[in-house]
């Protein structure tokens, strides 16, 4: 009998490319895991109409709209546990996930960042501050990188990485394109590699 395939939450926060990539991954074969919630922490993050296209549910997740950030993040777990969520993907996910949320999907949450952690990694480092601070440095490569989720910023265990180099008239976008290209063929094949347990986590 085929095993049923992982039910993956993707979390967003603007265009959705690599969660576009997800979703493709699971239509080519790539990925065993199919994307069937996206959480947005914006309701104008264009990935929010990327899933509609696929029909896939969607929320718009804004902690502040609760009385308490303990209330938003008991509502985020439940509606995760409502969905049987068995892993989350963060694509571009701007904020920082409830403590609970991380403690439950321990070793279930993975994340992609566009340099080659641990450089140019933790707080601010985001979109084309990475980029701008990967050129000034004079860094001959960068890349992108997945990685386990825990409770600090960009410094879970690295799953996977992969290079590319900086060319001499790289600018912040040059840079950033040749990078996102990458992290779409990176993202589905280290989440899939984890779904299958082809990774030796600890259980700490
Ligand atoms: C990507 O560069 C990813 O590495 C970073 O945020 C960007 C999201 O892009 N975490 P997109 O929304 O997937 O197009």
């Known amino acids: 009998m085929e095993r049923q395939a992982a039910r993956i939450a993707v979390f967003i926060s603007g265009g959705g490319t690599n969660l576009q990539a997800l979703i493709d991954g699971y239509k080519a074969g790539i ?5 069937v919630w996206v959480v947005s922490s914006s309701e104008k993050a264009y990935g929010l109409t990327r899933a509609e296209n696929e ?5 718009v997740f804004k902690p502040k709209k609760y009385p308490t950030p303990e209330a938003a993040a008991a509502d985020l777990l439940s509606r995760l546990q409502e969905r049987r969520i068995d892993y ?3 694509a571009g996910y701007l904020k920082l996930l409830p403590d609970n949320v991380v403690g439950v999907y321990h070793n279930r949450i993975v994340n992609i960042h566009p340099a080659l952690l641990p450089k140019y990694g933790g707080k601010g480092m985001y979109g084309h501050h990475v980029h701008e601070a990967v050129l000034a440095s004079g860094d001959k490569e ?3 990188t997945v990685h386990l989720v ?6 879970g265990r690295i799953l996977s990485q992969v290079r590319i180099p900086v060319l001499p008239d790289d600018t912040p976008d ?4 040749r990078v996102l290209e990458q992290e779409h063929k990176l993202y589905p094949r280290v ?3 984890l779904i299958r347990g082809e990774y030796e986590l600890s259980d700490e």
């Open 142 to 144: 960068s890349g992108a």
């Open 88 to 90: 989350i993907a963060l």
């Open 31 to 35: 990925l065993s895991g199919k994307v």
């Open 191 to 193: 989440l899939n590699k």
């Open 174 to 177: 040059s840079l950033a394109e």
């Open 150 to 155: 825990d409770e600090i910023y960009d410094q």
């Open 55 to 59: 029909s896939i549910e969607t929320f």
